[in-house]
């Protein structure tokens, strides 16, 4: 029995000790209890040097597991560390719907010599999986289901299975077709074992069962799957042939990569991104992103150019401009991030937008008006001016409603032009929020304090 | 066979405009088509009116499930529309799980009433439930749990389940315990069915089984079902003793929620904020968060403050200055987020924490030399002054670094301390990065350009 209470941080410690110390039996040791997605954690918690070690003493059995589990780029950094015939040998295990997965990023050679040296039939289903499109229900399909026909009795099932001997531990029903091959029904296990030998499986079977169209897109799988509290599924093409079945175990990758997704797109981050990448082409990537926001900066400083002449008269508009900005920013983002996570669940649609946005104005109106208020009193203390305090509570209230209407209307817009609201919203968000609240603040001070 | 390919959103608009215009034959007939979890999706979409509305169309039999797929605060808004007997009713039919879920969100004079209406065995087994911690494995388990003895052979197991009956369909593994009920192994459906009746089941059990500590946090379960590929697993305490088991669908939930929590905590909210709360409630709750915030926004225009000779004498220090201050945020926030998801996996930890800080600074050094230049150039272009330019690199290298440095520290610290990085996170960090842009890029200014 594996040991389930120790954390992975604490692995992490024994084995980053045992590497630095050189004790590769102690290394040996902790791996040989480790699952493969266990392992996959563990590499992708190491810097390169490290990482490379662990990676060359994981057993040869569970490589193209462990290949399976990591994201992306991690996978990118171990596939290069090993030769043809490795990675020959690591993928040569995997079924299809796993090789399909990780075929595209294996070299080319590899990949064409992997192809040649496959029999007709291996290579016809990789080639027909690659088919389907990245993120459809062809690629998260996998193939080994068992069927019956309706029109035999459980006891010929029965004899069938055992004829068959190698049933999967985690099969727990079978798909029922016609001559056809046509799907028509599930018989759990359950009722196969709990009635008696001679009725037919057309009478136990379960025929209102949601069947899924090979290219329903992942995402919309994973909302089926979490809706209607399924476990497996059978997978159809247009006509109602049975191709094969969808585990949960890959609902839940899906459903993680999902919602992680939103939380590292937010920050201008890719989802698959390495925690110990290279510092070069990490550098590279996150350059892009503050690019983008530089060009943002340069907008609100020049928002704020127009307006030297106040700045050149009145110091405290420099002191207090930043408030103004950064409250309505970060109200903006309140917002953004509940709409992002209501696009992300398909709650928000053309017909209750509008009951949003006067929701979200009304609240930025009350908080606009009571931390307005609060900002007036310190800044009138402060700078001993009411003019000043008058100004910055008006001004915070124009920002912060220009950002609840912001962080609505610009993630809708997005989602509309189908661009992913979660990327690029935050930076439109403080462009809007920035010279808003600049350009009210400061003009404001210019009309009335000049 | 219900239509798996409509969306929520073409579904949303449907019951939308039947509920706008009235037509509450249309409402039902969508209704009649959704399972519960579709109609808590639904109910959470629509605003107050709306939404209770609907929720008086929500056939009686499904309310309980429906109040347990919404979110905490939305069954709040539910409860309060239904009267005692409904409560009741609908509470009804759930098992000693879901009803411990939400048996706390209960009017407390229908909680003690259901209390007394219970049998002694299903009080006993409640009490027992909420005994539990929240977040443990006690309330994620079912009870359920279908359990034979190792020394019997197949037949008489066969017998008992089909003398049983009601086996759930979505069973796939009998749990084997000794005679003291203590936990000994599992055994799969699809063994028992492809196997000589005349075996034992001892000769085919599986021992080398996960089993899962009844006091086991549900992110740690969550984890392990991840990394074992799990669909069920037995659920014991500290003597072996079988309590029930924990099965997938219930920890898909767990999965989600998780990464919800990161998101939402990060802009400030919480996960179970309903998407149209009333706007008194919604306002006051982020009026907090605004204010923490506004403290920092203080503190940045107190550090300015502290430069007013400078920005008197120098109108662009003015004009620039948001711009140090935004970049170090933007990547501050990057490299807040690649360890918030590091430390959610489990995957940072005190020795590979130094690697991660070095990769960060090294990273924050290239971009920032990269885009210090950018600025500076056109700095210089638009002021004409190369002094200006030299000063707005320096410090926005100094930034970045700092940015770098704080966007790991931060996180790790409050994680030491036993704070939600996700939730403080970015409103320390902005502090740091504000303060650290205005005091470098003013100060030196002070100090060279005066």
Do not use: C, Y
């Amino acid at each position: 029995m594996t040991d389930t209470t120790e954390t992975l941080e604490h692995r992490l410690s024994r084995i980053h000790l045992a590497l630095e110390k050189e004790q590769l039996e102690r290394v040996d040791d902790v791996l040989s209890d480790l699952e493969p997605a266990e392992v996959a954690l563990l590499l992708e918690s190491l810097p390169p040097a490290a990482r490379i070690s662990l990676w060359e003493r994981v057993p040869g059995e569970i490589d193209g597991e462990v290949l399976l589990h990591v994201h992306d780029e991690v996978r990118g950094t171990l596939i290069d560390d090993m030769d043809h015939a490795e990675i020959v040998a690591a993928t040569t295990g995997l079924d299809t719907t796993d090789l399909a997965e990780i075929f595209e990023d294996l070299p080319q050679q590899v990949a064409a010599d992997m192809l040649r040296s496959m029999d007709a039939l291996q290579r016809s289903r990789l080639q027909e999986t690659l088919s389907f499109e990245e993120d459809s229900a062809g690629r998260l399909m996998r193939t080994d289901t068992i069927a019956v026909r309706a029109d035999v009795s459980l006891e010929t099932v029965r004899r069938f299975l055992r004829w068959k001997e190698a049933v999967p531990d985690n099969t727990h029903m079978l798909m029922v077709v016609d001559r056809n091959g046509r799907f028509v029904g599930v018989l759990p296990l359950a009722r196969l074992i709990a009635n008696d030998p001679e009725m037919a499986v057309a009478d136990l079977m379960d025929s209102d069962v949601d069947s899924i169209q090979v290219t329903m897109k992942s995402t919309d799988v994973a909302t089926l799957f979490q809706t209607h509290d399924l476990t497996s599924a059978p997978v159809v093409d247009e006509s109602g042939l049975l191709l094969g079945r969808i585990i949960i175990d890959d609902i839940v990758d899906v459903i993680r990569e999902n919602s992680e997704q939103a939380l590292m797109n937010m920050a201008g981050l890719d989802e698959e991104e390495d925690l110990f990448a290279p510092v070069m082409p990490s550098a590279k990537r996150r350059a892009v992103w503050l690019g983008i926001n530089l060009l943002t900066a340069f907008l609100a400083a020049w928002v704020i150019g127009r307006f030297e002449a106040a700045l050149d008269q009145i110091v405290a508009l420099a002191v207090l401009m930043p408030i103004v900005a950064s409250m309505g920013g970060i109200a903006g983002s309140q917002t953004l991030t509940l709409a992002i996570r209501g696009l992300a669940l398909g709650q928000i649609s053309r017909t209750n937008s509008h009951w949003l946005l006067r929701k979200e104005i009304g609240i930025a109106a009350l908080n606009g008006v009571l931390w307005s208020l609060v900002v007036a009193v310190l800044a009138v203390l402060w700078f001993n001016s009411i003019a000043i305090g008058v100004i910055i509570a008006a001004a915070l209230v124009i920002n912060m409603l220009a950002a609840g209407v912001a962080g609505i209307v610009i993630p809708l817009m997005l989602k509309r032009a189908g661009i992913d609201p979660a990327l690029s919203g935050s930076v439109i968000l403080t462009t809007v929020t920035d010279v808003v609240g600049f350009m009210s603040f400061l003009g404001l001070a210019t009309v009335f304090l000049l």
